[in-house]
Structures are given as structure tokens and as C-alpha cells.
């Protein structure tokens, strides 16, 4: 972009950050102590608490990511959407209800409360820390990306200036800002590939003919370049993931109740499936129209500056900074959240007030929105490369512990140590022997089959949790 | 011909690579930087051009006459004796894409003041036609290399296929990509004709649109309503692979999913713990 198109570009990024600001200010008043700033007063309804989901789920690493993936690998991808919905289901069924009984704010809490157990606390929020740094690297290297072609700033400048956008906007309004900004995410992506995806499938000829262009070059575009034991290994490891991630968690605590909680994961489907098509045609159509971008990421910035015209390609822009602003959101929030709440409110100072909580969590923001940075300036890998990473490591880690524990009276502390240490070890190792599904397993599910298994038996032979705290979930 | 080690995008080229590699071994960052080393390397499949310059005139007789210069890097190497297209070793390196309604006529290829015709073949990966450049045009030296061929049309909406090579480009110096300038000429000033894919933007004359990309398009799509011409509702022939009822399948089962699940769940009385 350059001239009169860019400076609308910069505007129009101007202007959103402008209502984010404004969202964000409101949101400042509203927001009281703690409580608001961490889990927005629990006042979120089904369709924002939809958007919420949604936004926290689709992030770069959809909007940029998997969009390359299209690109290069063709259609078998785009199953991983309706399989990531059983990890949702799992999550409306067997994660949602339970949690909502405890009013929590983090997922660290949830151990605390459920486990009794302050070590558990602590090494779930560094957990967080860890793992959340890896996702947010790829929200700042896609944004990253796309700063730099479409304003010729260099790579390294365009990942600071996100990092300092999303910074910014999250230290503002906390979850009543991500909730609301969450919307604003929604609509933006809905207007953008509402009008993008009619006017890409006109200009390509037709999904026949794009299916011919496709078939020709490679079969394995129109059909499975995925077969199913990968898909269901990526889906599972993405959706159980989703089901005890630390943000959405966080999200399922700001809703007004399990009711809403549960008819807000059917609106973020209702979002995902748009989403879900628009991205699959966005990555097919770019594989025909430019076959030989030099990075796959490329697909979403050169579909908005240079192909699509520059209305619409400008919507789709802005739909993408939205997405890697927002998630980076999300992530920041929840990450400052383990630092503040559950590490300085917790353990390190117990009689800290609400206020010094909400003022340390503002600094978490600030500090930990650097170390990402370092990881988007390696460029390491493919955006949804880094995404699925950080996935098969939370899921790991956190599956058993959260969804069995929510749903088995006997689990224990010390099976939950155990559970969430030997889930980790276990994929880590995996991933080190670096085989493809080694004896027949991905790391993910060797990570989850080697925590559920250690969760049983160390909770077997070791002493229960209270009466009153199994109450708590279990009524 | 003799030119930089080239493969299709549906080869072992360098994000395969990484995609294999990544279900390989996914999960350390010792692992996922070896991974990017592997892009490091694979950046070295390319074409060795960073600055092309493709010149479309569109006439008024229903044709276009399309110029395309690269401007090369060094000189053009051996191709990979393993290609695996199954091309021999001096074949195939440069391709476009056919449109039903859009006929190309014969390519003709030139370096340094030699000029051939290039053999193209429409059968074996159709609708994508390969071209062969004969070896007795290859160069060993650097220099401008120029690809020439007009094109008819068949309908009101011209669109012009654009012969590319089939491999990346090279990058330019503080780029994500290559240096690649389009330029579009209608015959005369008429208001209604534009382009429609890719984005150029109308310059000075208002018969002229251009446009810099970091990569080739595969085609420039015009709407000239006043040429006269009827509308061709000409598809593309072949088989889509399957493509179009996995897309069914899967459209269908998001846009089911939803209302499904929103009834199921909105039937249902929760007790509220809030």
C-alpha cells in the first residue's frame, strides 16, 4: 500500500484503537476492583459472551495462520473446525456448568479451590506464563507480517508496534474491554468476509472451478493432504485444549450463568462458521490467484492489500489487526492475571488489596507483553505452527486435571501435581523423539493418556480432598 | 533449458518440508528452530529474479499483448534432475493458468537478443500449462529475460492468464517478497473499464492502471462494458478432485451445527448457581 490508501489504512487502525480506547475508558468506570477488571462484574450475556469465546479461540492463528494452511495444504484443514467443536462440547457438557459454581476468577484458582492446594496454584500459573508466552508470539508475528507489507516498516518494527497496541488497549479496560472489543472483533470479521468471500468466489470462477485449478497441482489440495489421524490429533489437542483453557476459563467466569455460558459457546459456533468458510476460501482462492507466494502467512496480507479491491480488502485488514489485537488481549489479560491474582494477590502478598491487585496486574500487562516479542523477532515458524505448539502443551498439561477433575470426586492433590508434571514430561518427550506418532500416539495424546493415567493412580493412593470442597463441585 | 533449481508448489519444497517436519517433531523450540533453519535452506528454490515488470495492453479487437521482464539475478542454473513434476532436466519452468473464455497464443522467450518460441503443454496438468524453453536459449550469463504472447478474448469481462515461473521469486533487498510492477492499458479513455482482480489503481492517464505485488497474480481480471462484447459463460473443464461435495459436507455441517445446538441447549432449564 502507499499514498492516500495507506494513510486510510492508518486511519482506519486509528479509529478502531480510538474505540478501543473509548470501550475501554467506559469499561474503566464500570469496572470495580478486581472482580471487573478480571471477570467483567460476571455480567456477560449469551451473544456477547459468544463473541468473547469466539474472539479468545479465533485468533491470529485463524485469521493469518490458518488461512496460509489453506494455502498450502489445500481443503482437509478446514475439518479441523467441526472437530475442534467436540473440545466445545465437552466444554458446554462437563467444563462450563461445574465451573460456573465456583466463583473464581483464574483457572489457578480453580486448582486452589479444587485441590486444596497452594503448589498447584503456582504451578499452573507459571504454566500460564510459559505457555501463553509461545501464543502470543504468534499473534505478534502475524501482526507483525502484516504491518510490514502493508506499510514497508521493517519486520521487527511492525511486532513492536503491536506488541504496543495490544499492551496498551488491554491495560485499559481489563475483561469489560476484551468482552466489547470481542463484539467489535465479531462484527468486523462478519462484515469483511461477508463481503469478501461472494466477490473472491465470483472473481475465481466458482468453487468447480477453483477445485480444477487446485486438483491440478496437487490432488492432495481438493482432497486429504490431512489424513484423519492427523486432523483428529491437531482437533483434539486444539479443542480438549480450549476446553480447560486458561482464558476462556476466565471468559466462562465473566458470564452471568451456566445458562448463558452455555448458549454462548453456540453463538461463537455461529461465528466460527462463517469464520471457518471464509478462511478455507480465503486460502484456496489465494493458492490459485498468486500460486507462489515465498511464506504462506503471506496469503491474508497480499489478499488485502493487493487483491481484493481496496474497500473490502481493507476490512479484511482490519478484521486481521483486530484478531491479533484481541487475542493478544486475552492472552495479556490472563497471563497478567496469573501474575497478580494468583501469584502477588495469593502467595506473595495474601493481604495485597483490590486495587494493588488491579495496578499489579496492569504492570504484568506491560512486563510480560515483552517476552514474546523476542520470540516473534526468531520468526520461528508457520503462525498456526506456533498456535497448535502452545496448544498440544496446554492440553497436556491442563485436560485431566480440569475436565476429570470437575467430573470425579477422587481426585486429589497430589494426583493433580502429578497429573499436570507427567501430562507435560510426557508430550515434551514425545515431541523430542521426533517421530510421527511414536507406537501410534501424537504427543498430545501421549501427554493426555500418561496425565489421566497418573491422575487416577496417584489420587487412588493418596489422601482425599475435604467434604466441603468436593460440596463445592459436586453439590 | 538451464535455470534455477525449480519445483511445483505440490513438491517437497520448503514448507512441505516444515510441515513434515513439524508432525515430526513439534513440541521444543530447539525443535522449531531447526524448523526455521529448514526454511533457510529451502529459500534457496527459487527463481532467480527479484524484479519483473509485466506490461498488459489491452486492444480494441478483443485481444490483449502482454510483455514481461525479469530482470535476473544470476545466471540461470541446472535444474534439479529429481524434479518432481517427472520433468526432465531441462524442462518445464515456466507456467500459467488457462481461462475458458481467454486464448493465449504462442509464447516466444528471449534473453540478451536471442529469441525462441516456447513449446507449451496443455495436457499434462490442465488447466495449468507448462511451458518448455528449448536448452539452445539457455543462458549462462545475467541479463533481462522476456516472456511475450497475446492473448483473445471471448467475452465482455477480459481476463489475461500471465505466464510466471514455476517457483517462488526472489525476495528483494527489505522485502517479504519480490518486485513485481503491473501495468494495465486500455485503448482509450472509457470511464466504465476498470480491473477488477488484482488491485491496480487507475494513474495519471485514465487509460492506465498499475499496480506493484510481491508475487505474480495468475491472472488480471477487466470489466470493459462498453467493448461491445457478450457476456462468456464458458467453465473451466476438469475434474475438481472431490472438491465441491467435501465443501457441501462441511458447510453444511457448521451451518446445521449451530441452530441445532442453540435449540438443544435453549430447551434445557439449567439450575442457575449465580
Not at chain 1, 504492570?363 to 515483552?370: K, M, N, P, W
Amino acid at each position: 500500500m502507499a499514498g492516500r490508501q495507506l494513510t486510510v489504512f492508518w486511519l482506519a487502525v486509528a479509529a478502531y484503537l480510538a474505540m478501543v480506547v473509548g470501550i475501554g475508558l467506559w469499561s474503566y468506570r464500570r469496572t470495580r476492583g478486581e472482580e471487573g477488571f478480571l471477570v467483567a462484574g460476571r455480567s456477560l450475556g449469551p451473544v456477547i459472551g459468544g463473541a468473547t469465546l469466539m474472539a479468545n479461540q479465533v485468533s491470529a492463528g485463524a485469521t493469518i495462520g490458518i488461512v496460509g494452511f489453506h494455502y498450502y495444504s489445500g481443503f482437509s484443514y478446514a475439518w479441523s473446525w467441526p472437530l475442534t467443536w467436540i473440545g466445545w462440547m465437552v466444554c458446554a457438557l462437563f467444563v462450563a456448568p461445574k465451573i460456573r459454581r465456583h466463583q473464581g476468577f483464574t483457572l489457578p484458582d480453580f486448582f486452589a479451590a479444587r485441590y486444596e492446594s497452594r503448589a498447584a496454584r503456582a504451578i499452573a500459573a507459571v504454566f500460564i506464563l510459559v505457555a501463553y508466552s509461545v501464543m502470543l508470539s504468534a499473534q505478534y508475528q502475524a501482526g507483525g507480517l502484516l504491518f510490514a507489507l502493508v506499510s514497508g516498516i521493517s519486520y521487527a518494527r511492525a511486532v513492536v508496534l503491536v506488541a504496543v497496541i495490544t499492551t496498551a488497549y488491554t491495560m485499559l479496560g481489563g475483561m469489560y474491554g476484551n468482552a466489547y472489543v470481542g463484539l467489535l472483533k465479531a462484527v468486523l470479521l462478519l462484515a469483511g468476509y461477508v463481503l469478501a468471500v461472494p466477490f473472491l468466489w465470483r472473481q475465481m470462477g466458482g468453487l468447480h472451478a477453483l477445485g480444477v485449478a487446485l486438483n491440478a497441482l496437487d490432488p492432495r489440495l481438493t482432497a486429504n493432504w490431512f489424513g484423519w489421524r492427523q486432523l483428529m490429533a491437531i482437533s483434539g489437542a486444539i479443542g480438549l485444549g480450549l476446553a480447560a483453557a486458561p482464558y476462556e476459563i476466565s471468559a466462562i467466569y465473566s458470564m452471568q450463568s451456566r445458562r448463558a455460558t452455555q448458549l454462548a459457546i453456540g453463538w461463537s459456533f455461529f461465528f466460527q462458521a462463517f469464520i471457518g468458510i471464509g478462511v478455507l476460501v480465503f486460502g484456496l482462492s489465494m493458492r490459485v490467484a498468486v500460486p507462489h507466494l515465498p511464506d504462506p502467512d503471506l496469503a491474508t496480507p497480499l489478499l488485502g492489500t493487493s487483491i481484493l479491491p481496496f474497500g473490502i480488502g481493507l476490512l479484511v485488514l482490519l478484521a486481521a489487526v483486530v484478531t491479533f489485537t484481541r487475542t493478544g488481549g486475552a492472552i495479556l489479560l490472563t497471563a497478567a492475571s496469573a501474575v497478580s491474582h494468583d501469584l502477588y494477590g495469593k502467595l506473595l502478598n495474601p493481604g495485597a488489596s483490590d486495587r494493588g491487585k488491579v495496578r499489579a496486574g496492569r504492570i504484568a500487562v506491560v512486563l510480560f507483553s515483552a517476552l514474546p516479542v523476542v520470540l516473534a523477532f526468531a520468526h520461528l515458524s508457520l503462525v498456526n505452527f506456533i498456535v497448535i505448539y502452545a496448544a498440544k502443551l496446554m492440553v497436556s498439561f491442563l485436560f485431566v486435571p480440569v475436565v476429570i477433575g470437575l467430573n470425579w470426586k477422587g481426585g486429589t492433590r497430589d494426583g493433580a501435581l502429578a497429573a499436570m508434571l507427567g501430562g507435560l514430561a510426557t508430550c515434551v518427550t514425545w515431541s523430542l523423539i521426533a517421530r510421527p506418532l511414536f507406537i501410534g500416539l501424537d504427543p498430545a495424546e501421549a501427554g493426555v493418556l500418561v496425565s489421566g493415567a497418573l491422575f487416577l493412580a496417584v489420587s487412588r493412593l493418596t489422601p482425599p480432598v475435604r467434604e466441603e470442597t468436593v460440596k463445592l463441585f459436586f453439590g | 533449458m538451464r535455470v534455477a533449481r525449480t519445483r511445483s508448489p505440490a513438491s517437497d519444497s520448503g514448507p512441505v518440508v516444515k510441515f513434515r517436519q513439524f508432525f515430526a517433531s513439534p513440541a521444543s523450540l530447539a525443535l522449531l528452530s531447526f524448523v526455521a533453519g529448514e526454511r533457510s535452506a529451502a529459500a534457496q528454490d527459487v527463481f532467480p529474479s527479484r524484479e519483473v515488470r509485466i506490461e498488459i495492453a489491452i486492444g480494441a479487437d478483443q485481444s490483449a499483448s502482454v510483455r514481461e521482464q525479469y530482470a535476473l539475478t544470476r545466471p540461470l542454473q541446472a535444474i534439479d534432475s529429481g524434479s518432481h513434476s517427472g520433468s526432465p532436466a531441462d524442462a518445464t519452468t515456466f507456467e500459467f493458468l488457462s481461462l475458458p473464455c481467454s486464448i493465449v497464443g504462442p509464447v516466444t522467450a528471449s534473453i540478451n537478443g536471442r529469441t525462441t518460441t516456447v513449446r507449451a503443454d496443455a495436457q499434462t496438468r490442465a488447466p495449468w500449462v507448462s511451458l518448455t524453453v528449448p536448452p539452445a536459449l539457455t543462458a549462462v550469463d545475467t541479463g533481462v529475460w522476456r516472456l511475450q504472447y497475446d492473448v483473445r478474448f471471448a467475452g465482455a469481462t477480459p481476463a489475461v492468464p500471465i505466464a510466471m515461473p514455476s517457483a517462488t521469486l526472489a525476495r528483494a533487498e527489505a522485502s517479504r517478497g519480490a518486485d513485481v510492477a503491473i501495468d494495465v492499458t486500455f485503448p482509450d479513455q472509457r470511464p466504465a473499464a476498470r480491473i477488477l482482480i488484482p488491485q491496480l489503481h487507475r494513474t495519471g492517464a485514465a487509460n492506465r492502471w498499475t499496480g506493484r505485488f510481491l508475487a505474480i497474480p495468475s491472472s488480471v481480471r477487466a470489466e470493459w462494458p462498453e467493448n461491445g462484447a457478450a457476456a462468456c459463460d464458458a467453465a473451466i473443464a476438469g475434474s475438481a478432485g472431490g472438491l465441491l461435495w467435501r465443501f457441501a459436507i462441511f458447510a453444511g455441517t457448521m451451518v446445521t451445527w449451530v441452530p441445532l445446538y442453540l435449540w438443544w441447549f435453549g430447551r434445557k432449564r439449567w439450575p442457575d448457581a449465580s
